[in-house]
């Protein structure tokens, strides 16, 4: 973590999220943006064809393969994946921008991409979201309507594998009540803004205040005992 002076904004933190298909990771972040000003979702870079009900901009930036090697070659990504045939790539510079904001960034990324950002910046705090159950798994990857029997059973696979890598998570969310998931979302970007780094950043001059008070208050009980211990 960076040097910031008492007083200044304090950098924001960056969360990794991970979770496995239809696990509801997409529609918990979004739920959160909307109650939450400070927070931001990072749009990742795919080679992927664009679903129903996507928009460019706002779910991914939609681009082909030769755009994307491009901008690997060109060191633009702070991580990169592929998933099943598709690729997925980070922009570095709109994190640091947002970071530096004192926004707090969301990468809805896959295990794979979580442990590139681990080793880069080990102060990531990663987040991983599970489903009740592989049976609620199915069930609502056959609920979004978007895939065939045989994609559905190949995300099922990868979703074994996917599952195994929550240990190398800091916090854990098991996704069975929709609101009761939101509010550990919440409570986990809330209890990383309440360090105690963070809030000595954010309220320096008021720490400095009562510090000094404490100082002088400190010297005048030494004081007044010194006096009775002389009367």
Not at 69 to 93: I, P
């Amino acid at each position: 973590m960076g040097v910031t002076k008492m007083g200044e904004t304090p950098k924001g933190t960056l969360f990794t999220i991970s979770a496995p298909s239809g696990a509801g990771k997409t529609s918990l972040v979004r739920a959160l943006l909307d109650q939450d000003d400070n927070t931001q979702v990072s749009v990742s870079f795919t080679t992927r064809a664009m679903r129903p009900g996507e928009l460019d901009g706002r779910d991914y930036h939609f681009i082909d393969k030769n755009r994307f090697d491009d901008m690997l070659a060109n060191t633009e990504f702070l991580e990169h994946a592929k998933v099943f045939t598709n690729y997925y790539g980070t922009s570095q510079a709109w994190v640091d921008a947002a970071l530096a904001r004192g926004k707090d960034v969301i990468l809805e990324i896959d295990w794979q991409g979580a442990a590139q950002i681990r080793g880069l910046l080990p102060e990531t705090e990663g987040i991983f979201i599970l489903p009740p159950s592989r049976g609620c798994l199915q069930e609502r990857l056959r609920g979004r309507g978007q895939d065939d029997e045989a994609v559905i059973e190949e995300r099922m696979q990868e979703a074994k594998n996917e599952m195994s890598h929550f240990i190398d998570a800091q916090w854990l969310i098991i996704n069975d009540d929709f609101e009761q998931a939101l509010i550990e979302l919440k409570s986990i970007v809330l209890a990383q803004r309440l360090k105690a780094y963070s809030q000595q950043q954010k309220y320096g001059s008021l720490l400095v205040d009562l510090l000094s008070w404490a100082t002088i208050l400190s010297t005048i009980l030494c004081l007044t005992l010194f006096l009775f211990t002389l009367g």
